[in-house]
């Protein structure tokens, strides 16, 4: 059974910084994309970042030059570091795995989510 599973989230304030992790399980985590999505409430899910599985990373327009996504093989794990944070990225944060996936789409395992708050 695959597993996702994301922490780190809370609240911090505008400016400040935040390191979201996910733990994966139950799939051969090496071999798959793993993706960074958010979904604020009244919004659509929005594409944060990509690291793909030989670790090219991607980002969406409004992270991007702040976030850094990374992932460690040993440990089954990816990472979100953000930095310079904004009151608009408040939202739900979900880590996903696939193989085949689009920006938002296409993903094939999700985790729970994880709340971030960013305060002005």
């Known amino acids: 059974q695959v597993q996702l599973a994301e922490s780190g989230g809370g609240l911090v304030q505008a400016g400040g910084s935040l390191r979201l992790s996910c733990a994966a399980s139950?799939?051969?985590?090496?071999?798959?994309?793993m993706g960074w999505l958010r979904q604020a409430p009244g919004k659509e899910r929005e594409f944060v970042a990509r690291?793909?599985?030989?670790?090219?990373?991607s980002y969406g327009d409004s992270v991007k030059g702040r976030f850094t996504a990374s992932r460690d093989n040993a440990k089954n794990t990816v990472y979100l570091q953000m930095n310079s944070t904004k009151p608009e990225d408040t939202a739900v944060y979900f880590c996903?795995?696939?193989?085949?996936?689009?920006?938002?789409?296409?993903?094939?395992?999700w985790g729970q989510g994880t709340q971030v708050t960013v305060s002005s």
């Open positions: 996903a795995a696939g193989r085949l996936a689009g920006r938002t789409s296409g993903w094939d395992y």
């Open positions: 139950g799939l051969t985590f090496e071999s798959y994309d």
């Open positions: 690291l793909t599985w030989t670790n090219r990373t």
